[in-house]
């Protein structure tokens, strides 16, 4: 599907850049629907590990958030770039970066916590 909407988005393109835009934009969301069901499995399968594993839930927030953040970053910056904004692309590309790094910080300390433990 994505193949067919990029060969069409650059044939549509070249009278209505706007309509091929719009086009990239409707196909992505089907893309991204029609995963619904797999990152479904995905998410029940990293909650039974998580479980199974023994560490604390908490540990595994951080974890989720920020393959998120790294998701959403790496599909905006994609759709700014198609638009022609590379400008935007790596200012969406930074503040991912940055919130990943903000969503992971709880995790950062536990692990700076276990070390400072260690060294005692």
């Known amino acids: 599907m994505c193949v067919i909407a990029a060969l069409l988005a650059l044939v549509v393109r070249r ?17 991204l629907l ?21 560490l604390p839930q908490e540990l595994f ?15 905006g910056g994609s759709l700014c770039r198609d638009a022609g904004e590379s400008a935007l692309s790596s200012a969406v ?15 950062l300390r536990a692990v700076l916590e276990l070390l400072l433990e260690l060294m005692r």
């Open 15 to 31: 009278g209505s850049p706007e309509a091929a835009l719009l086009l990239v934009l409707g196909a992505t969301a089907v893309v």
């Open 61 to 75: 927030i951080p974890l989720y958030k920020t393959i998120g953040i790294a998701l959403v970053v790496k599909l």
């Open 93 to 107: 590309e930074t503040a991912g970066a940055v919130c990943a790094l903000l969503a992971a910080l709880p995790l």
């Open 34 to 54: 029609a995963l619904a069901e797999s990152l479904k499995i995905l998410m029940d399968f990293l909650s039974r590990l998580a479980k199974e594993s023994g």
